[in-house]
């Protein structure tokens, strides 16, 4: 499997949930690592970003509630989601920059207030 997204699921706001992406190893090693979301009737947009390197940034959106992380001996990088509010409700999914880009499948969040 090159990108298996997980993690997804149902909260109430103010919640917390962490999502998960484990890849093949030849397009996570030293690749930047993305999270996008999709949310009904929008475009797909970033959410957050990690270098190889393990520098980061986020969508305004986001900033000081979502953490993304990345651990090289598991080929997995992880979007911890803090403080959720309804509007974070989309499809997330997560991407690697390797090539011209491999995309995981999804994994649907929501957010009921």
């Known amino acids: 499997v090159q990108l298996q997204a997980s993690g997804g699921g149902s909260v109430q706001a103010g919640g917390s949930l962490r999502l998960s992406c484990a890849a093949s190893?030849?397009?996570?090693?030293?690749?930047?690592m993305g999270w996008y979301r999709q949310a009904p009737g929008k475009e797909r947009q970033l959410v957050a970003r990690?270098?190889?390197?393990?520098?980061?940034n986020y969508a305004d959106s986001v900033k000081g509630r979502f953490t993304i992380s990345r651990d090289n001996a598991k080929n997995t990088v992880y979007l911890q989601m803090n403080s959720l509010q309804p509007e974070d409700t989309a499809v997330y999914y997560c991407?690697?920059?390797?090539?011209?880009?491999?995309w995981g499948q999804g994994t649907l969040v929501t957010v009921s207030s």
């Open positions: 190893r030849n397009i996570f090693r030293g690749t930047a």
């Open positions: 991407k690697s920059e390797f090539a011209l880009g491999y």
């Open positions: 990690i270098t190889g390197g393990g520098l980061t």
